[in-house]
């Protein structure tokens, strides 16, 4: 399996990007997604969980302005990020976990003005 991300960029506060994950293999369609992200000296945070039904979890700080896709079809997840802030700014993965955990490459998002 290998995971995809793709999206991020440079944003000024309040701006709006969408992040992609394009999976290879069969098992994406089956599998959690689950958006993390990882700013500068700190450690690796969950974001957002889509399971394959599409059933959403969001951490408290993105509840409102994040929301977490997938579409099965064409083994894509999405993470929309809207009103976004300076303490958004990180590398955003992209994960799905099948006994051991496959992990995106990370795209870097930057929010300022």
């Known amino acids: 399996v290998q995971l995809q991300a793709s999206g991020g960029g440079l944003v000024q506060p309040g701006g709006s990007l969408r992040l992609s994950c394009a999976a290879s293999?069969?098992?994406?369609?089956?599998?959690?997604l689950y958006w993390y992200r990882q700013a500068p000296g700190k450690q690796r945070e969950l974001v957002a969980g889509?399971?394959?039904?599409?059933?959403?979890t969001y951490a408290d700080s993105v509840k409102g302005r994040f929301t977490i896709s997938r579409h099965n079809g064409e083994n894509t997840g999405y993470l929309q990020m809207d009103n976004l802030r300076p303490e958004d700014t990180a590398v955003y993965y992209c994960?799905?976990?099948?006994?051991?955990?496959?992990w995106g490459q990370g795209t870097l998002v930057t929010v300022s003005s």
């Open positions: 994960k799905i976990t099948d006994g051991i955990a496959y």
């Open positions: 293999g069969s098992i994406f369609s089956i599998k959690t």
């Open positions: 889509i399971t394959p039904g599409g059933y959403a």
